[in-house]
């Protein structure tokens, strides 16, 4: 019998989290459902943990493979998955009690290929915050508000129903049910040529590209764990070398789809976004990026033309003042930014 959901867990060092990941997607009711876990070369002891499990359970499936990135990871999954849905899940997070049946209830009944559900942010001092992915519900195969959604996968402002504090959600896998026939009958990937920066949201941009109708109903199924050891959240050495790769393969989706400007704008914004608060991490922390290397970052391309082409409107008021720090390339302002960053954090 074909399980209702595929739920593709990529694994890599989460013995501290994986038991809650893996409970908390066990515990879920009334939903056919398989596990399939990619366990990408694990140094801890995640492998024999997810063995176990699935000794125990036979809805779950362990795929072990050579570390080679979330990306390729969750390609494994994929050629594995044999639901009508596919769902991802980040292993050092956990599902909400009880909330995929209702997910899988509102995308069954809405006829959407894709279906976008809300979040909880989670931080280690216990505090949890409730994030609403769109401002309204809908269920739309109208080409325009799809791509509105689309746009708002790189700039969080071209939300046709926007709502504060949703941005980080948005391009996650975990924020959307898709229909397994889309993904296979489109031959949509993960790239891991970005080596893990932002490639959720070119999978994302390319679902949506390909999805005939789009939904959200403001189910919260996820409980996403903000670490400040994570990918999103590290200062990882070439990390912004890596989003430049991105940076040319969302160039490149531009280009081969015909999008409109608002789509070159929206990758603008998104770019003095990550580049401020990268830059400002990097000038707030030991062994800080000294000025010639700033400056040959400003210099190069993508970030050179999104700092001369990018409309101030779009970018939010704490972006809008490093973007004029990099436009006058002074390195004052990003310290401070880099400042308040980490007295919010620790503050959370």
């Known amino acids: 019998m074909t399980p209702e959901v595929s739920i593709i867990i990529p694994v890599y060092n989460v013995e501290k989290y994986i038991h809650q990941c893996m409970k908390s997607v066990l515990a879920q009711k009334d939903v056919d459902f398989e596990v399939i876990a990619v366990d990408d070369g694990s140094p801890d002891n995640c492998p024999a943990i997810l063995d176990e499990y699935a000794k125990k359970d036979p809805r779950i499936h362990v795929i072990h493979q050579e570390n080679g990135g979330v990306s390729r990871a969750r390609n494994k999954g994929l050629e594995s998955a044999s639901g009508k849905w596919c769902y991802f899940v980040d292993s050092d997070d956990w599902l909400v009690k009880d909330g995929l049946a209702k997910a899988l209830k509102f995308a069954d009944e809405s006829g959407a290929d894709v279906v976008f559900v809300d979040c909880r942010e989670c931080y280690a001092s216990g505090n949890k915050k409730r994030i609403r992915l769109f401002s309204q519900t809908f269920n739309t195969a109208d080409r325009g508000t799809i791509e509105d959604v689309q ?111 608002k789509f070159t704008d929206a990758e603008y914004a998104r770019r003095i976004a990550y580049l401020s608060s ?59 930014y880099g400042r308040l960053k980490n007295f919010k954090k620790k503050r959370k």
Not at 231 to 236: D, E, G, P, Q, R
Not at 280 to 308: H, Q
């Open 151 to 261: 746009a708002s996968i790189l700039c969080h402002k071209m939300s046709p129903y926007f709502s504060p504090g949703a941005d980080n959600a948005y391009p996650a896998p975990w924020s959307k049910l898709v229909r397994t026939a889309l993904i296979r009958d489109n031959n949509i990937q993960f790239d891991p040529y970005v080596g893990g920066v932002y490639d959720d949201g070119l999978f994302t941009l390319e679902i949506l590209e390909a999805a005939g109708r789009v939904a959200y109903n403001a189910d919260c199924l996820y409980n996403y764990r903000i670490l400040d050891t994570s990918i999103v959240h590290a200062n990882s050495k070439g990390k912004i070398e890596k989003f430049e790769k991105n940076c040319a393969r969302v160039d490149d989706f531009l280009r081969r789809y015909g999008k409109a400007r």
């Open 278 to 336: 990268m830059l400002a991490t990097s000038f707030s922390a030991k062994g800080m990026m000294d000025r010639k290397e700033y400056l040959s970052i400003l210099g190069r391309s993508p970030w050179k033309e999104a700092i001369e082409g990018v409309d101030p409107g779009l970018l939010e008021g704490k972006h809008k003042f490093t973007y004029l720090c990099l436009k006058s390339k002074s390195t004052a302002g990003l310290k401070i």
